[in-house]
């Protein structure tokens, strides 16, 4: 193909059919960056973005370790999602945790196992005490329901362990 016949196809034109071919090439780039950026949501939408993946799995703990929190920071409205909190104390004894207002404000917790020896209501937030083992080890499961909207900034603490500070968004 010339370059005289290829400059003809990208002249508008009257007949047969009236076209403005600049207006068209514009169209087709604007295709072609939508068709980039669909792609690009997809490939972070498998990655994690919105909901499980590995932009979203986080395993943060105190910085004296006691305390280990294994969670989803993306979620849906109205999604659930695992949490898996650690707590290291004294063998065959009760430790106490504390989950903040922040936390609750933001997610409905549908299951918790193992059940804690007690709960309390601590302000907003909530305070359980759980039975280690003879390692003086305990694993919290926790199921959450995402119930609000954007970022959520909470905290979960054990006396005599440095916190552990969660970062979670929930998208409508």
Not at 39 to 49: I, Q
Not at 55 to 84: C, I, P, W
Not at 147 to 168: E, H, K, N, W
């Amino acid at each position: 193909m010339s370059d005289e016949s290829a400059q003809r196809d990208y002249q508008s034109r009257d007949y047969p059919v009236q076209d403005d071919m600049a207006y068209q090439v514009k169209v087709w780039r604007f295709e072609r960056v939508g068709w980039y950026v669909l792609v690009v949501l997809v490939l972070l939408a498998l990655l994690g973005l919105f909901s499980h993946g590995p932009l979203s799995t986080r395993d943060v703990s105190g910085g004296d370790g006691k305390v280990r929190v294994q969670y989803e920071m993306f979620h849906r409205n109205g999604s659930t999602n695992a949490m898996q909190i650690s707590v290291i104390g004294a063998p065959d004894a009760t430790v106490e945790l504390e989950l903040s207002a922040a936390l609750l404000d933001g997610f409905s917790i549908e299951t918790l196992q193992p059940q804690p020896v007690r709960a309390l209501s601590a302000g907003q937030g909530m305070k359980l005490w759980l039975q280690t083992d003879a390692q003086g080890q305990v694993n919290l499961y926790l199921t959450l329901r995402g119930d609000g909207l954007g970022l959520f900034r909470s905290r979960i603490s054990s006396p005599g362990a440095m916190p552990v500070q969660l970062d979670q968004f929930i998208f409508p």
